[in-house]
């Protein structure tokens, strides 16, 4: 039995699975600096167990306390451009959700994220 609360919580780590392939989920993440107290923010891809694959979005934060771990987005009293940053990132995991679909079974999820660019 599903709580009606769970509805209304947001959707961080989507996980999609088709049959016969391997559990694929997409998150984000932000790495930091001990000399910088800027911050870039990542997407990490898991394809079933031990494949991950972490990319750099080419987005930056001035400060890492702009960033909300549990959303996986900019917090929105930040001075960055936190709606544009958080379109763009729902963008890109729509973007990589999609592939997920098209991938063939002796085929890495990396492989057709390349060859859709």
Known sequence: MHSLD???????STQVSTQNLPLMTASFFIRTSK?????SICIRITEGRGQQ????????????SSWNKN?????TVACESY???NL???RLKAHVESKAELRIEN???FFVI???Y
């Open 114 to 116: 390349w060859l859709s």
């Open 53 to 64: 694959y972490r990319f750099n979005t080419g987005h930056r934060l001035l400060k890492a």
């Open 88 to 90: 763009q990132l729902r």
């Open 6 to 12: 769970n509805a209304y919580k947001p959707n961080v």
């Open 83 to 85: 709606d544009l940053i």
């Open 107 to 109: 085929c890495s999820f």
């Open 71 to 75: 959303t996986q987005s900019v917090r």
């Open 35 to 39: 000399n910088n107290p800027t911050a």
